[in-house]
């Protein structure tokens, strides 16, 4: 039961965050009437609201006034540098996952939202915003990982803000990047790029990378959760044009969920499966076997599964020529 209803806290959580309830008591807190107050919310709800979040550790309270804890503050406040911005995201998630069962008849989502090029500007941003806050802790440590020595030219595909390029141009300065997005995305991208400082060494590319072409000459193409979006097809198709876009010898590296042949391994990866099934119309996770065929066949060699510390998985291989 206790798994059951854990879905109450995730609520709880996810709607402060909605309502910007920690950035509202930043820093020197107040009362749940005036809360209401600024939001125009029912104070008998937004009391007992900030009641649950003391329970849950999140408030304190004294002599009626609610104050965010240390925990809050660092990491529940929008303009803090360590914000979650993963909430908002699951915030927008929970509409999917509620169509789960009824998802169970049809076979792919029954909620679609608009492609992710035609979406609003406050869901690109949070989306990106979400994005960045994963890949800004997974690419210090994929950097790692790769064999970056001989790299000069890297596309990063489906790249979003940039993190990971940010993380291969630090790990060696030789580097320059090209991040290719969605032309609504990339606008936002280029913001990400100034901020890093590194304009001169990661520059954008815009396209749809199911319908254009990747370009040529790179010697790393790296593609980080966005397989798992698209059906096998795609992904073959994808996979093909990333092998085109590389130099002899270049690699092309996809970090995404690899699953053990039947599909329970990993745990993430088989509740992510779900919600690209309540999501998306064709997209899933994908057994290491599948993905490691698909780079096969577009003729890279020497496929290999590599795991960061932290569990990151990684598919490599190489174009062979060189």
Known sequence: MEMANAFR?????????????????EPAGNSSAWVAAQLQSFPRATDRLLNALVSLGLLVKRKQIFKNTAFATKFLVKTSPAYLGG??????TWKTWSTLTDVMYKGTSIVMEAPINERTNAWKESFIAAMHARAGKQADEISLVLDLSATTRVLDVGGGSGAF??????????????????????????????????????????????????????????????????????NALLIRKGADALIPGGQLVIVDHMMNDDRTEPLIGA????????????????TQKEVAGWMQEAGLTGVTLKETLSGIQLMVGCKAGA
Do not use: C
């Open 87 to 92: 909430l908002s995201l699951s915030n927008q």
């Open 9 to 25: 806290m995730s609520r709880i959580i996810l709607t402060a965050n909605e309502l910007d309830i920690f950035d509202l008591l």
């Open 165 to 234: 390029s940010f993380a291969m141009v630090r790990q060696n300065p030789a580097i320059t990047a090209t991040v290719f997005d969605l032309p609504n995305i990339i606008p936002l991208t280029s913001k990400y790029i100034l901020q890093s400082g590194l304009s001169d060494k990661v520059d954008t590319l815009a396209g749809d990378y199911l319908y254009d072409t990747l370009g040529a000459g790179y010697d790393l193409v790296f593609m980080s959760a966005i397989i798992h979006i698209n059906s096998p097809e795609e």
């Open 271 to 286: 509740v992510f499966a779900l919600n690209m099934l309540v999501g998306t119309l064709h997209g899933d996770t994908y």
